[in-house]
């Protein structure tokens, strides 16, 4: 079966320093995955997706990039974190059965907090 | 591009009554209508989906309906228990083709609360 690996589960950074989340799927080839960030008591906002290594899409301009140097490997990075940047980061995957997309399934999230 | 709009934002019910949710989208290309539960300080988590080619699925108490001409969906829960209590959010996407990212656009969500 496929489960989601996200780390670490929480993380207090102080502004200005730099950020790595890394997240991982396993049990499955080729998925597409993403990246959210949930604000408290807020909807989904999609940060990136990718359809494949090395192919990265931006959806909402900001100080974070993402990277997936792995097919089953995601990770989203910042040099100098915002205040603005504190939230749950969420990843999740979706894989493909018959050409079609199946549903997203997410991970466990990253809370994080900055200073 | 694709936009989403539920409602209501909350909805407060009695255990043991229905509650439904209602979602409208704006692509009529869009074709797959996942629906997500999120308790509080955890992961959203897909509870039912509904594709463009049927018109009602269940699953135990959860159902969903979609009306294609309308452009919405919605999702019913009957006999409502404490435990579903928490925010529900709809999406929508297109999910078919080569290429296609399987990108979700996620209505704003519904915090549910079931009182005793």
């Known amino acids: 079966s496929q489960t989601i690996h996200q780390w670490p589960a929480t993380l207090v950074q102080p502004v200005g320093s730099p950020l790595s989340l890394e997240c991982t799927v396993e049990g499955t080839s080729n998925p597409n995955l993403y990246w959210y960030r949930q604000a408290a008591g807020r909807g989904l906002q999609l940060l990136f997706y990718s359809v494949g290594i090395g192919q990265i899409s931006s959806e909402v301009p900001q100080n974070l990039s993402a990277s997936r140097p792995q097919d089953r490997q995601f990770i989203l990075s910042s040099k100098k974190l915002l205040l603005s940047d504190s939230g749950f980061y969420l990843c999740?995957?979706?894989?493909?059965?018959?050409?079609?997309?199946?549903?997203?399934?997410f991970g466990d999230g990253t809370r994080l907090s900055i200073l | 591009g694709e936009n989403v709009e539920q409602h209501p934002s909350t909805l407060s019910v009695q255990e043991g009554d229905s509650a439904v949710i209602k979602c409208t989208y704006s692509?009529?290309?869009?074709?797959?209508f996942p629906w997500y539960k999120q308790e509080l300080g955890k992961r959203p988590q897909l509870i039912i989906d509904i594709r463009s080619n049927v018109g009602e699925k269940k699953d135990q108490r959860i159902a969903v309906t979609l009306n294609k001409t309308a452009k919405h969906f919605s999702l019913h829960i009957t006999e409502t228990q404490p435990e579903d209590s928490a925010v529900y959010f709809c999406?929508?996407?297109?999910?078919?083709?080569?290429?296609?990212?399987?990108?979700?656009?996620f209505g704003q969500g519904t915090t549910l609360q079931v009182k005793p």
């Open positions: 999740a995957w979706s894989g493909r059965v018959q050409g079609f997309r199946q549903p997203q399934h």
């Open positions: 692509d009529s290309a869009s074709n797959y």
């Open positions: 999406a929508a996407s297109i999910a078919r083709g080569s290429g296609n990212t399987g990108k979700l656009i």
